[in-house]
């Protein structure tokens, strides 16, 4: 994943020999491990560069095993927001130090955070969750099953004034920002 304002770049990527405690590991400026993992959790390690104008920090974090590396920041200024399933990280990117890390709830693994109005919206497998600016929960919507789809429909959509939505049984929903159901039924 690639993200760029004024203040930076930044490049996400999953680093897959990554082992917690091995000398053998890549070098990284900085390595953020707020759950504690040890070796032998269940987890991945997200490689991320920092491109500012005079320097490049490298920060490895550490989380759990069911993240992804495509629609999983944000760049908001000087702050990057960092999804890894349930938790969500912030990082300053001036000096890489953590700002935030918190967890929410939810239904089965997360997707994606996506900025809105009045918070983030996260793109999860099982529920579509709103989370206001400090990252409490709003309100969760699920459908009857899990939001991919076999059909090569677009899964997940999100428009100006709704979001679309496409399960696993071809079932299609629209919801507002509000989390009220404008197309379709929940089960």
């Not at 079932?171 to 009220?180: C, V």
Request: aromatic share 14%; net charge negative.
């Amino acid at each position: 994943m690639l993200l760029q304002n004024e203040i930076c770049s930044v490049s996400i990527s999953i680093d897959n020999v990554y082992g917690i405690e091995s000398a053998d590991n890549r070098y990284y400026d900085l390595i953020l491990n707020p759950d504690k993992l040890n070796r032998n959790d269940f987890y991945k390690t997200l490689a991320i560069y920092i491109e500012l104008l005079a320097e490049t920090i490298s920060i490895a974090l550490i989380g759990n095993f069911y993240c992804y590396n495509t629609d999983c920041a944000i760049l908001d200024r000087d702050i990057l927001t960092v999804l890894q399933n349930d938790k969500i990280t912030q990082i300053n990117v001036y000096d890489g130090t953590m700002t935030l890390h918190k967890q929410f709830e939810c239904l089965g693994c997360n997707f994606g955070i996506y900025k809105v109005e009045h918070g983030y919206i996260i793109y999860g497998e099982m529920e579509i969750i709103m989370l206001d600016l400090e990252f409490n929960k709003i309100w969760g919507f699920s459908g009857r099953d899990i939001f991919v789809s076999v059909t090569n429909k677009e899964p997940f959509e999100l428009c100006d004034n709704s979001i679309k939505l496409y399960d696993f049984e071809d079932n299609y929903y629209e919801i507002d920002y509000d989390g009220n159901i404008l197309v379709g039924e929940k089960s």
